[in-house]
């Protein structure tokens, strides 16, 4: 157990839909990352906070977003739906914001299926 | 973008073998770090390297961050029927100066055991 959870586990949903995935960081990390892992394009980047701020962007789409809140806890919408967005979808988390010794764990994934 | 590649892609191999997969980049990472997935769950650390050159042991794993800071292997010794699954290489971007720690993760390494 790394620590760091996720919510839902599994998530199916129709094209056009709006979803939201919940990540709660290991206890003390200011930092969540989230990555998208399909078939075709394994683990990518999404975007990245560092205590409540957004920190770097990687392949993000403009139909999706995030934020970090006070608690630490972080959110990514999904939104306007396609079927090529179906995948597992992982939150990270580190103590740092980047650099050295900056170890990122991770937490079980949510599998998102678009119908 | 930046890309790792990893290799083998695949590897079937007898219980007792030692085993080895390894990573190269065209860029310069600051740090490498070696991941397991096991189907359905989250990547797992196992083994993380901040200095070129650096060998670092876990258990049956060794792992070393290559002088160039452009590459990176693995080596599992003994293997054993629960090493079974997908390993995965992470790479953190150098140069940004501690701003930002994304991963770029390469494509990973599927290994099967054979009792």
């Known amino acids: 157990d790394s620590g760091v959870t996720q919510t839902p586990k599994h998530l199916i949903t129709a094209t056009g839909q709006r979803v939201t995935l919940r990540c709660s960081p290991r206890?003390?990390?200011?930092?969540v990352y989230w990555y998208q892992q399909s078939l075709d394009q394994g683990l990518q980047f999404l975007i990245q906070?560092?205590?409540?701020?957004?920190?770097a962007k990687g392949n993000i789409l403009e139909r999706f977003s995030a934020q970090q809140f006070p608690d630490l806890h972080s959110e990514l919408n999904l939104s306007s739906l396609e079927l090529g967005d179906s995948a597992l979808y992982f939150c990270?988390?580190?103590?740092?914001?980047?650099?050295?010794?900056?170890?990122?764990?991770f937490g079980p994934g949510t599998r998102l299926t678009v119908l | 973008g930046q890309q790792l590649n990893q290799s083998p892609q695949s590897m079937f191999i007898q219980e007792g073998e030692d085993v080895s997969m390894n990573c190269t980049s065209s860029?310069?990472?600051?740090?490498w770090l070696w991941y397991k997935q096991d189907p359905g769950e989250g990547p797992v650390l196992l083994i993380a390297?901040?200095?070129?050159?650096e060998l670092t042991s876990n258990g049956r794993l060794t792992a070393q961050f290559g002088i160039t800071r452009k590459d990176s292997f693995l080596n599992i010794s003994a293997s054993i029927p629960s090493d079974v699954g997908i390993y995965f290489c992470?790479?953190?971007?150098?140069?940004?100066?501690?701003?930002?720690?994304?991963?770029?993760f390469g494509k990973g390494t599927k290994l099967s055991v054979k009792p």
């Open positions: 906070y560092y205590n409540g701020e957004e920190r």
């Open positions: 992470a790479g953190q971007p150098g140069g940004y100066g501690g701003s930002q720690g994304n991963l770029i």
């Open positions: 206890s003390g990390d200011l930092s």
């Open positions: 990270a988390s580190s103590n740092r914001p980047g650099g050295s010794y900056n170890e990122q764990f």
């Open positions: 860029s310069i990472f600051n740090t």
């Open positions: 390297l901040y200095k070129a050159g």
